[in-house]
């Protein structure tokens, strides 16, 4: 009778050595930035890859009187992004409740980043104003 352990160590050895030889990771990757959550909305500390320059702890009434109606706005898992675009480009502001109000948590222009330059130049190009800085 046969023994038909050597053909598993076998198969084994050739499935880990094909996922060595195309580059693939039996590891998990490696951490993400920490996720902007209700927390860091509330207190307005956002990380650095995740800030929203002057947008940043503004209301949703404040963004709403100065920008208008977003074009699209979208609830999901506590929070709620609404899509401001036009000119080729698309601003995203992301809202978590503070309290009673919803505030801006993060903001990103697409395609351009989440650098406040960026937004700005977008936001420009929707044909909305610049917004005064929050303090």
């Not at 009778?1 to 094909?18: D, E, F, K, N, Q």
């Not at 927390?39 to 990380?47: F, N, Q, V, Y």
Request: aromatic share 6%.
């Amino acid at each position: 009778m046969r023994s038909i352990a050597p053909t598993v160590v076998a198969t084994l050895g050739l499935s880990i050595g094909a996922c060595q030889t195309l580059g693939l990771s039996l590891e998990a990757p490696p951490p993400a930035d920490p996720p902007v959550t209700p927390a860091t909305a509330t207190t307005g500390t956002l990380t650095s890859s995740s800030r929203a320059g002057r947008l940043a702890g503004m209301t949703s009434e404040a963004l709403r009187s100065a920008w208008g109606e977003p074009a699209l706005k979208r609830t999901e898992n506590g929070a709620e992004l609404w899509q401001y675009g036009g000119g080729g480009c698309a601003v995203l502001v992301y809202f978590y409740p503070a309290g009673t109000t919803w505030t801006v948590s993060h903001a990103e222009a697409v395609p351009g980043g989440a650098d406040e330059t960026a937004i700005d130049a977008c936001a420009k190009a929707a044909g909305k104003p610049p917004l005064k800085p929050t303090s």
